[in-house]
């Protein structure tokens, strides 16, 4: 068990690290997006690459931080029924749709986007667009962000045994950082000083 | 038995569906594995043919390429660094100054900020955590009903949701295969509509119970001239230059034939500009031609209107698409909060962390659900639900009533991604197919939906002000008053005169199509524009197409008008040459 947890510690540090350096892309494609508005009106001018990289930086970002979105269990779950259950009970369930649900989902689409890929390297698939890019940078972030989400649920899966066998503490928990509402609210409260 | 099951894959899928769904597991990897269990079960009992997994990929591929949905982020980023830059507490200080002299003047303010802050970017947290924390300790102190107060906070926070640019329009036209500028032109006056109906309820209140809604008192009253006047005469006359600059300027500088839209964005902006102008002047040179209140009104309401230009206004003027409106805006935010010093590396690493975060969640949803209807379409699930649906007693009435109430009952349980993935592409086509006009439709279910916000026990909006709202009994700080805490009773019982106000505009706009067909007809005026041109390309698109593969000529095609996209039409867009859309 030590083994495995220390896995699941170098896991999360790997997609803790990948998604605090991916985030970045958010802000570079707000500046491509609007740059290519602007460029386009001021001097009529427009490029297909300079409009796919938008494209890719967004697929970056969604798929490079499924795994960073699941450690900080933001993946959204309709909890009306079992919200109020035992943490323990939440912990079995957990695992069990790590099991059946994620893993299988994951791997299969991993399976079925390398060959994509593999293709696409192959054959230097271009964009059919004129002057696009190359497409397989793309068509490898498929696989790699899934890998990275089937990683994420191994040590997820890892954390629900370790806490039901009493190793741990709640790993739901454990990874919680104010939400932007709190941190709002916060900063409101600050200038104002004057709230109960 | 294996018959039994062939028989009735769709219905058997749907309602694993639900059963797995309420397990509580992340929603878009059980709605992934369904759509994969099903697919091998249905490929062993020879119902679907093994290549339909081959197709998988293309259909994470359509959404990796949709340009459309890259408009999440960044609204959602906008949001996060706007509502971080104190342009909300500045606009309900103001505003909150300028009508709290009259009697439910708060309510009006807030009605009327939480429409301003939903048309320069649409997050609803943002909006109700803002006016809990620095309206509600105002209207509590002056004695406001709690339910009332606490209503039409909640109530003027989710406006966001409806009013453009909002994320819940530019889902439901990804996912309805329409424009989004057209959704958004739709739904301009149901928006607006909405928040009138708030402040006639707000007005019917003062009216019958005065209580209710006292006026601020003279002592809290901070914009005063030194002769004891309010100064809103000033600002009344200030507000009709304005407006009769803007239409002279309409009538006589601009060209008669001009679009409605583009005449509305740039005749308002002139006379906006009329107006900042007269007060930076009168500041400049300490003129005291307006009084305090004009002149601080102005210079607050000048950084959101400015806001609106750059989203909605690029948009409709056709130099922005949707997406790139968001871009706009976003920049125009971090622009704003770095000259009001209030942008750092933190903040920029928490709006771009939360950004990340819901982006990803949103759209693995929509990815978990285009995997379930890979094989719930293979298996004529569409065919079922239509089957299902197009039978209904009373046609078009009787679809509508029973999709609206169905959507009403499922926003208690359901988030509104949940239900824009895997509700809408079930009945979206069954609508289409019944004739109905799909923007039409999708402002219809967004307006229904803006009640998930507001339902007691679940609504975000309640959840929001109940976390800001106090908890327990404080001493006011202006007053030196024991004030009592707010109850969650309270919070519940205000949402509903409003919950019953949106029930209402529902009815509205299914008795009066023209409320959103109206903004179209005035649109189509310059669909020469081309501000979107998706509409072709993704009306192939729609969740009914059962292959989701799309051809290289589409993809081309759609390059083609994504570069296309904003250019004025008699210009032909640059570097595109001739052959690229073949």
Redesign the interface.
């Known amino acids: 068990m030590k083994i495995l947890l220390a896995l699941s510690r170098l896991i999360d540090g790997l997609n803790n690290l990948i998604?605090?350096n991916?985030?970045?892309l958010?802000?570079a494609?707000?500046?491509?997006?609007?740059g290519?508005?602007?460029i386009?009106?001021a001097f009529?001018?427009?490029?297909?690459a300079w409009?796919?990289i938008?494209?890719y930086l967004?697929?970056a970002?969604?798929?490079f931080?499924?795994g960073?979105?699941?450690l900080?269990n933001?993946?959204?779950?309709?909890?009306?029924?079992?919200?109020h259950l035992s943490k323990r009970a939440?912990a079995w369930?957990?695992i069990?749709?790590t099991l059946?649900?994620?893993l299988?989902?994951?791997v299969?689409?991993m399976w079925?986007?390398w060959p994509?890929f593999v293709d696409a390297y192959q054959r230097h698939e271009v964009?059919?667009?004129?002057?696009?890019l190359i497409v397989w940078p793309?068509?490898l972030?498929?696989p790699a962000g899934f890998l990275l989400l089937v990683l994420q649920g191994v040590s997820e899966l890892i954390k629900r045994v370790a806490f039901l066998r009493g190793l741990i503490p709640d790993p739901s928990e454990a990874h919680e950082?104010p939400?932007?509402?709190?941190?709002?609210?916060e900063?409101?409260?600050r200038?104002?000083g004057?709230?109960? | 038995m294996t018959a039994l099951i062939a028989g009735n894959m769709a219905p058997l899928m749907f309602c694993a569906l639900i059963v797995v769904l309420l397990l509580g597991y992340p929603v878009a990897f059980s709605l992934a594995a369904i759509g994969i269990f099903f697919g091998l079960l249905g490929v062993n009992l020879g119902l679907l043919h093994p290549s339909l997994f081959q197709a998988l990929p293309e259909r994470i591929w359509g959404v990796m390429s949709n340009d459309t949905l890259l408009a999440v982020p960044f609204f959602t980023f906008m949001g996060l660094i706007l509502e971080r830059s104190g342009m909300a507490e500045d606009l309900l200080d103001t505003i909150g100054q300028l009508f709290g002299p009259m009697r439910g003047g708060l309510a009006f303010a807030v009605i009327f900020v939480g429409a301003l802050l939903a048309a320069t970017t649409g997050v609803v947290a943002a909006s109700v955590i803002s006016m809990g924390l620095i309206s509600l300790p105002i209207m509590l102190r002056y004695g406001y009903d709690r339910r009332f107060a606490t209503g039409v906070i909640a109530a003027s926070g989710t406006l966001a949701q409806i009013i453009p640019p909002s994320l819940v329009l530019i889902i439901m036209a990804d996912q309805l295969g329409k424009s989004v500028g057209d959704m958004y032109a739709g739904a301009f006056i149901p928006g607006l509509t909405l928040a009138g109906l708030y402040a006639l309820y707000a007005i019917g209140v003062t009216v019958l119970k005065p209580s209710w809604a006292p006026a601020l008192p003279l002592e809290a009253r901070t914009f005063r001239e030194a002769n004891g006047s309010s100064g809103t005469t000033s600002l009344i006359v200030l507000f009709i230059v304005a407006v009769i600059s803007a239409i002279a300027f309409a009538k006589y500088y601009y060209a008669a034939d001009a679009p409605t839209d583009e005449l509305l964005v740039v005749a308002t902006s002139v006379g906006v500009g009329v107006a900042f102008a007269a007060a930076v002047i009168n500041r400049l040179f300490r003129l005291s031609l307006l009084s305090r209140i004009a002149e601080r009104v102005t210079f607050v309401l000048i950084p959101p209107l400015a806001l609106i230009f750059l989203v909605l206004g690029t948009i409709f003027l056709g130099v922005a698409t949707p997406t790139e409106g968001g871009a706009m805006g976003a920049s125009g935010a971090l622009a704003m909060a770095l000259g009001r010093r209030r942008l750092s590396l933190a903040l920029m690493q928490q709006a771009m962390d939360a950004t990340a975060k819901l982006t990803t969640f949103v759209v693995f949803i929509l990815i978990g659900a285009r995997v379930f209807s890979l094989t719930f379409y293979g298996v004529d699930g569409h065919l079922w639900v239509e089957h299902l649906l197009t039978n209904l007693p009373g046609g078009q009435l009787g679809f509508l009533i029973v999709v609206n109430i169905l959507i009403f009952f499922l926003a208690f349980f359901l988030d509104f991604f949940e239900l824009a993935f895997i509700v809408i592409p079930l009945i979206g086509p069954v609508a289409d197919k019944l004739g109905i006009d799909l923007i039409w439709f999708g402002v219809l279910l967004g307006v229904n939906m803006q009640t998930s916000f507001m339902h007691p026990p679940f609504g975000f909006a309640l959840f929001y002000l109940r976390s800001v709202a106090p908890v327990k009994d404080y001493i006011d700080k202006a007053t030196g008053k024991l004030t009592p805490k707010v109850t969650t009773g309270q919070i519940y019982w205000g949402a509903v005169p409003f919950v019953l106000i949106q029930v209402i505009m529902v009815t509205l706009i299914i008795a009066f199509p023209g409320l959103v067909t109206g903004g179209l007809a005035k649109k189509a005026v310059i669909d020469t524009n081309k501000i979107q041109i998706e509409v072709p390309v993704e009306e192939q698109h729609l969740p009914g197409s059962a292959t989701g593969q799309p051809s290289e000529q589409e993809d081309a095609q759609n390059a083609f008008d994504r570069a296309a996209g904003g250019a004025p039409a008699a210009k032909p867009p640059a570097k595109v040459p001739p052959g690229s859309a073949q």
């Open positions: 998604g605090r991916t985030y970045w958010i802000l494609a707000v500046l491509v997006s609007a290519n508005a602007t386009r009106y009529n001018m427009s490029s297909n409009l796919e938008q494209w967004f697929s970002v969604f798929l931080c499924a960073y979105t699941l900080h933001q993946h959204i779950r309709i909890d009306v029924v079992t919200g939440q369930i957990d069990f749709g059946f649900f994620l299988p989902m994951a299969t689409v079925l986007a994509v964009s059919t667009n004129a002057g696009g793309a068509r972030m498929l950082t939400s932007a509402g709190e941190q709002l609210a900063e409101i409260r200038q104002r004057d709230m109960a």
